[in-house]
């Protein structure tokens, strides 16, 4: 038993070694219903499985144009998606975003979202492109983020 148990664990981790995986950087506009328009930039560690999933980890930094406020956004997602040159996805996520301000208001918060993309790969390169609806505990910062980027894929 504890042999299985030490081969499940070694899997699991070598699995974004073996599996089609890719990193991305991208720049992100973020569009709140309440909080105002924010841009920045962010990063993306995306592996897939069985060719039509995948799991991605975010991370980021957006500014948003009151200049008084800084978000980081963390989150993982799970998608489904076409496995083709040309990719559509589609997923859902969870997240935690750390908020540095001067308005007493804006806290630390907790985020659901879902999001559409696609992507384009070429051998080990491509593009990304994805918009997401945020659901975020503070009401503040619903709203609407689009990312556009490049990745490099092993």
């Known amino acids: 038993m504890k042999k299985l148990y030490l081969l499940t664990i070694f899997l699991l981790c070598s699995l974004p070694l073996i599996a089609d995986s890719s990193l991305s950087a991208y720049a992100s506009y973020m569009n709140t219903d309440s909080a105002g328009e924010g841009s920045g930039y962010g990063g993306r560690l995306k592996s897939t499985f069985l060719s039509v999933g995948s799991i991605e980890i975010h991370g980021g930094n957006v500014e948003m144009d009151d200049s008084d406020t800084t978000l980081y956004p963390f989150d993982i997602s799970l998608n489904l998606r076409l ?6 996805y589609a ?16 806290e630390d918060m907790k985020t659901l979202y879902a999001q559409l993309g696609l992507e384009i790969t070429f051998v080990w390169f491509g593009l990304m ?4 609806a945020q659901d975020a505990e503070n009401n503040d910062f619903d709203g609407v983020t689009g990312n556009i980027g490049i990745m490099l894929k092993w």
């Open 91 to 106: 997923g859902v996520g969870v997240g935690y975003t750390l908020v540095d301000s001067t308005r007493p208001s804006y």
């Open 129 to 132: 492109a994805e918009v997401r």
């Open 83 to 88: 496995p083709f040159m040309i990719s559509p």
